[in-house]
């Protein structure tokens, strides 16, 4: 089993939907959750970071964790065509060096 | 500015040379990372040094060294470049003393894109 595991898609919206990108990790102990943003030849690009179990709003963008299950997830609120790109999930545990990554899920927003 | 910046950005070389990518971070950061992205396989952990004089290897160090020349440079060389290295490079920053806003994210440099043909 993969540490952190995504679909890699493509996942497909229409402009102005809300994308739902999903992840879940393996260890228990996993303290700190990242969303990355990265498009095609681009470097990622931070996102959202969350801590603590329930959601974390920021613009349109929305977090979701849910430390029982191992869930974490990412709201994209009236997705636009410039939402094109893989988003990455990570994930560290407190007083490690490792940010485990995904390999991230193709979104596609269609005009 | 950028806060963390990669050159060169794209480099061509061929089978045996000896290349280095520079990383530089403005961000006061006191981690630094290299990995290497290749399509279907994610982000692969290379290098990482907490400070000047701490480095370590990540999963895929093996033809590869590192420099930690200042807690704001940090240079990853291939000694003697093959054809498989080819992929696209990630300098990586964090903050873990807890003194910085962004504590515990990581930032990504714009990456190097190396072919070795």
């Known amino acids: 089993q993969k540490e952190v595991e995504q679909n890699s898609g493509p996942l497909s919206v229409p402009e102005g939907a809300i994308a739902s990108l999903n992840c879940t990790y393996s260890?228990?102990?996993?303290?700190?959750f990242f969303w990355y943003r990265q498009y095609s030849g681009k470097s990622p690009e931070l996102i959202m970071s969350?801590?603590?179990?329930g959601d974390k709003e920021d613009g349109r963008f929305t977090a979701q964790l849910n430390k029982a299950s191992q869930y974490v997830s990412l709201l994209i609120r009236d997705s636009q065509p410039s939402d094109s790109a893989t988003y990455l999930c990570?994930?560290?545990?407190?007083?490690?060096?490792?940010?485990?990554f995904g390999t991230g899920t193709r979104l596609k927003v269609l005009a | 500015d950028a806060d963390v910046t990669q050159t060169p950005r794209n480099r061509i070389t061929k089978t045996g040379k000896r290349i280095m990518l520079e990383c530089s971070q403005t961000?006061?950061?006191?981690?630094m990372y290299w990995y290497r992205q290749d399509p279907g396989l994610g982000l692969r952990l290379i290098y990482y040094?907490?400070?000047?004089?701490?480095?370590n290897k990540g999963e895929i160090s093996d033809g590869y060294s590192v420099s930690r020349q200042a807690q704001a440079k940090f240079s990853l060389s291939l000694e003697s470049a093959i054809p498989n290295q080819t992929a696209l490079y990630f300098c990586?920053?964090?903050?873990?003393?807890?003194?910085?806003?962004?504590?515990?994210?990581?930032?990504f440099g714009p990456g190097t894109r190396l072919t070795v043909l």
């Open positions: 260890d228990r102990v996993s303290q700190s």
């Open positions: 969350i801590y603590s179990n």
């Open positions: 990586a920053t964090s903050d873990q003393t807890g003194q910085a806003r962004d504590y515990n994210e990581q930032f």
């Open positions: 961000k006061g950061h006191d981690r």
């Open positions: 990570a994930v560290k545990t407190s007083g490690t060096y490792k940010y485990i």
């Open positions: 040094s907490f400070d000047v004089k701490d480095i």
